[in-house]
C-alpha cells in the first residue's frame, strides 16, 4: 500500500506541473516529437524528493514517538535474545538512541547478533565505500566531461539543447538493429568516448578490489570464531546416500571410524517419523479446541482487567503464588490476563453419528478434548518407544573439529551418490519433516519447483511486456492509435498511465512475488531452514534482477522492443543486439531509476523502523486471538528474513554500478549512497534491538553477494559496449571486450578461492587447545569473544528479565522428546509449554 500511495501522489503531482507548464500535448510539434519518450526533468525529480522526504520523515518521526511507547514491538529483541541484552540501552528520548545505535561497532553487532547479520551489514559497508569513490569521479570528471560535450549534466530536460539524453534520437530509432554503416549514423568524438573505456576498467577494478578486501576480512572474522568453539554443530556431519544393509548407528559408526580421520561422539540416524509428525500435529489441534473450550467456559480478557485484579488482590495473590511455583506466566502479575467473574455455561459440542452422520449427539466440549488428549498422548508416548524405519541420512557428531572438517573436504566412498558428507546445520535448524524424504522425492520436488520458477518467469516477462508499452507513446500508437490519441490529449491521464501504472506494478511484483518464492523454497524438500533462507536469496533475487530490470529495462524503450520484436530473427543472428537494446534503453531509463531510489531510500525505508507490516496485521491478529496461548503469540517479535531484504539491496547497488558512467552518474551514485546510509542504519537497529533472526548460516549468504555483484559488472561492461557500439566507436567497444573476459575469469577465480572459506573451516584455524568435550560455550567476557555470537546449538531467551536457555543436545526429532504440556488455562501459562515451542522450529514465545 505504501508504495502504491507515494507512486500516486508523485504522478498527479508530476501531472500538475506538466499541465501547468504547458504540458506535452502542444500541437506545434511534429507527430514524431509528440509520441517520443521524454524524460521527466529535474521539476519532477525535485518533486520526487520532496514527495519521498516528507513521507518518509514523518515515518520516521512517529517511529522516534512510539519506540519508547510500544517497547515489546521496537525493543523485542533485546528484551528476548540472551546475546542482544549486552547491548546499551537506548535512551527514550526523541532523538538520543541515534547517536547510541550510531555508536555500536562491528564487533558489538557480530557478537549480539551473529555473522548472518555481520555480513549483511557488511554489504552495505561495501556498497558505501564503492558509491563514495565512484561518487567523486562522477562529480569532479564525469560530470564535467559530459557538460563539456554535451551541455548536459544529467538525463534530464535542463541542458542547453533541450534534449532528454545525449543518445535520445537514438532511443525513439531502430539503429541498433540496423547494420553498420546504414542510415542513422551518430557522430562520434575521439576524445569524449574514451572516459567511458577508462571509467569501464577503472570502476571495475575499484569493485573487485573491495569485493576481495571486504572478503577477506569476513573470512579472517569467520574462520577465527568457527575455529575457537566447540560446538557440536561444527563437529558434526551430515551423511548421505547410506545404503540400506548399513542403516544402523553401529554399522554407520563402524565405517566412519575405520577411515582413520577420528572417532564417533554421537550418531543419529534419522528415521521416518511420519506416523508420529502426524499425531504431534492432530494434539496440537486438539489441544487448541480444549484451550478455546476453557476459554469460552472462563471468560478471558486480556490487559482489560488491570483495575479490577488490583481491588482483588488477595485473590490474586495466591494465584499468583502457584504460578511462580508451577508455572512460568508470559506476563507480570499486573499484565497478566485473568478470569471473568461470572462464568459461562460450560460449552457443548455436537458429535455426528449414524448411517451418512446424519445423526448427533451433544456432550461436554472440555471433557471430550481432555478425553481426546489423553488417549491421544497415550498413544505418542507407546508410539515414541516404536522402533521406526531407517531413511539413507544420518547425522553423524565427531570428537574434534578437524575429524568433521576433513570428513566433510573429502569423498568418503568409492561408488556414486554414497556416503556422501556435508556440513550439517544446527540442531534447532533441522527441518525434520524433510529429512525422511528419498532422494527420488527430494529431486523431483527441485525440479517441480525449477519448472514452476521457470513458467513464472515467462509469465511476469509476458506481464511487463504491456507495462513497457506504457512508457512509450510512439509504441502505443503502433499498437492502439485511438489509446495513443486520448493520453497525447490529456497530459494528466498521460503522466498517470505512463509513471503511476508501471511503478504501482513494479512495486507490487517486488512485494508479492517474493512470498511465492518463498512457499516454493519451503516446499523444495531441503532439511534446514537457513537452506531455504538462501533459496529464497536465490530465487527472489533472480525474479528482482532478471523480470524487474532486464526484461523491463531492455523493452521499456517500446518503440525499441516493438522492433526487437519485428525483427527477432535478426536478433538471433546477432547477438550483439541485446547490447545495443540494453545501452539505449538505459540511457532513456535513467529518470525512471534515478526516481525508484529516491522512492525507496527516502520515501519507503523509514517505513521499515515503523514495521509496518506488523503493526498493520495487529489488529486482525488481535481480533482472531481466543486463547491465552495465542494472545501469548502476539508478543513474538517479526522476524527478520534475508531472502526478502538482500535481493532489492542487490539490485539497487547493480543499478548504481550500471549508470555509474553514464550523464547522471552523479544522480544515481548521490542518492544510492543516501540509500545504502539510511539503510544501514535501519537495519542494523532492526537486526540488534527490534526483529528476531536466525543465526545458523554462518554468513554463508556472502558468495552469493559476490556473485550477484560479480553479474552485476558482468552487465555494466556490457551496457558500456552497447552504448560505445551505438556511437560507432568500434575501436572502443572492442577495448572494453577484454574486461568481459577478465570479468568471467575473475568468477571462476574467486568462487574456486573464496568461496570454500566460505562454507569450511580451515585446519590451522582450529583451536586444538580447547576442550574438544566442552561443546557450551561460556559467558563472554568481551564482545570479540567468538563463542559469544553464535549459540549454534542452543536458542536463549530472555523473558521477563531472566535468562532461558533450553538446548537440543542431540540431533533428534523434538516430536520424540518434547514435554506433552497440558493446556492453557486462562490466567495460567506452563513452562513446557514455552519449552515445547522452543524445541519446534525454533520459535520466539
Request: proline share 5%.
Amino acid at each position: 500500500m505504501t508504495p502504491s500511495l507515494l507512486a500516486l501522489a508523485t504522478v498527479t503531482s508530476t501531472a500538475f506541473q506538466s499541465r501547468t507548464s504547458g504540458g506535452d500535448g502542444d500541437g506545434g510539434h511534429d507527430d514524431r516529437l509528440k509520441f517520443q519518450d521524454q524524460a521527466r526533468g529535474q521539476r519532477d525529480l525535485y518533486t520526487q524528493i520532496v514527495i519521498s522526504f516528507a513521507v518518509g520523515l514523518s515515518a520516521f518521526l512517529t517511529f522516534c514517538v512510539l519506540r519508547p511507547k510500544w517497547r515489546v514491538l521496537y525493543n523485542a529483541r533485546r528484551r528476548l535474545r540472551t546475546a542482544a541484552s549486552r547491548l546499551p540501552e537506548l535512551p527514550d528520548s526523541m532523538f538520543g538512541w541515534i547517536p547510541v545505535l550510531y555508536k555500536i561497532t562491528d564487533e558489538e553487532v557480530l557478537a549480539s547478533a551473529g555473522l548472518d547479520a555481520f555480513v549483511f551489514l557488511s554489504f552495505y559497508k561495501y556498497a558505501i565505500n564503492f558509491l563514495t569513490i565512484t561518487f567523486f569521479f562522477s562529480l569532479v570528471v564525469i560530470l564535467p566531461i559530459h557538460y563539456a560535450y554535451t551541455g548536459k549534466y544529467w538525463d534530464g530536460r535542463d541542458g542547453r539543447d533541450g534534449n532528454s539524453s545525449d543518445f535520445s534520437h537514438l532511443a525513439s530509432s531502430q539503429t541498433y538493429l540496423t547494420p553498420l554503416g546504414d542510415k542513422d549514423e551518430p557522430k562520434t568524438d575521439p576524445t569524449y568516448l574514451w572516459m567511458y573505456v577508462v571509467f569501464s576498467y577503472v570502476f571495475t577494478g575499484l569493485a573487485m578490489y573491495l569485493l576481495v578486501d571486504q572478503t577477506n576480512k569476513i573470512i579472517q572474522i569467520r574462520q577465527q570464531c568457527l575455529g575457537s568453539q566447540t560446538t557440536m554443530t561444527d563437529r558434526t556431519i551430515r551423511l548421505s546416500g547410506i545404503p540400506p544393509e548399513l542403516r544402523s548407528e553401529e554399522k554407520i559408526k563402524e565405517v566412519i571410524e575405520n577411515l582413520g580421520i577420528g572417532k564417533v561422539e554421537n550418531l543419529t540416524l534419522c528415521r521416518d517419523w511420519r506416523e508420529l509428525d502426524g499425531l504431534m500435529n492432530e494434539r496440537k489441534r486438539v489441544l487448541q479446541k480444549l484451550e478455546e473450550a476453557w476459554t469460552k467456559h472462563l471468560g478471558y480478557r486480556p490487559k482489560k482487567l488491570r483495575r479490577k485484579a488490583r481491588n482483588r488482590a488477595n485473590n490474586q495473590t495466591a494465584l499468583d503464588a502457584i504460578n511462580e511455583s508451577e508455572t512460568t506466566a508470559l506476563l507480570s502479575s499486573e499484565e497478566q490476563a485473568h478470569v471473568d467473574d461470572i462464568t459461562q455455561e460450560r460449552p457443548m459440542i455436537r458429535l455426528w453419528h449414524g448411517p451418512f452422520k446424519l445423526r448427533y449427539r451433544s456432550v461436554d466440549a472440555i471433557d471430550y478434548f481432555e478425553e481426546k488428549l489423553r488417549r491421544l498422548d497415550e498413544t505418542i508416548e507407546a508410539m515414541r518407544e516404536n522402533e521406526f524405519p531407517p531413511t539413507p541420512l544420518a547425522f553423524v557428531t565427531m570428537e574434534s573439529i578437524a575429524a568433521c572438517q576433513m570428513a566433510v573436504q573429502a569423498i568418503l566412498d568409492p561408488s556414486p551418490m554414497q556416503f556422501v558428507a556435508s556440513l550439517a546445520p544446527a540442531p534447532a535448524d533441522v527441518v525434520w519433516e524433510k529429512t525422511y524424504l528419498s532422494r527420488s522425492k527430494r529431486w523431483l520436488r527441485t525440479w517441480s519447483v525449477t519448472l514452476v520458477i521457470g513458467f513464472l518467469t515467462v509469465f511476469w516477462s509476458l506481464l511487463l511486456v504491456p507495462l513497457a508499452y506504457l512508457l512509450n507513446l510512439e509504441a502505443i500508437e503502433k499498437v492502439i492509435p485511438q489509446l495513443a490519441d486520448a493520453l497525447a490529449r490529456h497530459p494528466l491521464i498521460k503522466s498517470l498511465v505512463q509513471t503511476g501504472l508501471p511503478t504501482l506494478t513494479l512495486s507490487l511484483l517486488s512485494l508479492l512475488v517474493p512470498y511465492i518464492y518463498s512457499w516454493l523454497a519451503s516446499m523444495q524438500g531441503m532439511i534446514s531452514h537457513g537452506d531455504v533462507e538462501l533459496s529464497m536469496i536465490s530465487k527472489n533475487f533472480f525474479f528482482t534482477f532478471f523480470n524487474l530490470f532486464l526484461v523491463f529495462t531492455v523493452f521499456a524503450t517500446a518503440s525499441n522492443f516493438y522492433g526487437f520484436w519485428k525483427n527477432l530473427r535478426d536478433v538471433f543472428k546477432d547477438t550483439t543486439t541485446v547490447a545495443y537494446a540494453l545501452a539505449s534503453s538505459l540511457e532513456s531509463l535513467a529518470p525512471f531509476y534515478i526516481n525508484l531510489i529516491v522512492l525507496q531510500g527516502l520515501g519507503l525505508f523509514p517505513f521499515r523502523l515503523l514495521e509496518f507490516g506488523s503493526v498493520a496485521m495487529y489488529p486482525f491478529q488481535l481480533m482472531g486471538a481466543k486463547t491465552p496461548r495465542d494472545y501469548a503469540d502476539l508478543e513474538k517479535p517479526p522476524v527478520f528474513s534475508y531472502g526478502f531484504a538482500l535481493p532489492q539491496t542487490i539490485l539497487i547497488f547493480i543499478i548504481c554500478v550500471v549508470y555509474s558512467v553514464f550523464p547522471s552518474s552523479w544522480l544515481v551514485c548521490l542518492f544510492g549512497l543516501i540509500y545504502f546510509f539510511i539503510g544501514r542504519f535501519i537495519y542494523k537497529y532492526q537486526l540488534l534491538y527490534a526483529m528476531d533472526h536466525q543465526q545458523h548460516s554462518t554468513g554463508r549468504a556472502w558468495p552469493m553477494i559476490c556473485s550477484r555483484v560479480i553479474v552485476g559488472l558482468f552487465i555494466f561492461q556490457l551496457a558500456m559496449t552497447g552504448t560505445l557500439a551505438l556511437r560507432r566507436a568500434i575501436t572502443r567497444s572492442i577495448l572494453i571486450i577484454p574486461l568481459l573476459a577478465g570479468t568471467v575469469w575473475f568468477f571462476f577465480f574467486f568462487s574456486r578461492t573464496y568461496d570454500p572459506l566460505m562454507k569450511f573451516i580451515a585446519l590451522r584455524s582450529i583451536d586444538r587447545d580447547r576442550a574438544a568435550e566442552s561443546d557450551e560455550s561460556p559467558t563472554p567476557t568481551s564482545t570479540m569473544s567468538p563463542p559469544s555470537q553464535w549459540e549454534r546449538d542452543s536458542i536463549p531467551l530472555r523473558l521477563r528479565g531472566q535468562d532461558l536457555a533450553p538446548r537440543l543436545r542431540k540431533y533428534v526429532n523434538p516430536n520424540l522428546i518434547v514435554p506433552l504440556d497440558e493446556a492453557w488455562i486462562p490466567g495460567r501459562a506452563h513452562r513446557g509449554s514455552v519449552i515445547s515451542a522452543l524445541n519446534n522450529n525454533s520459535e520466539v514465545v
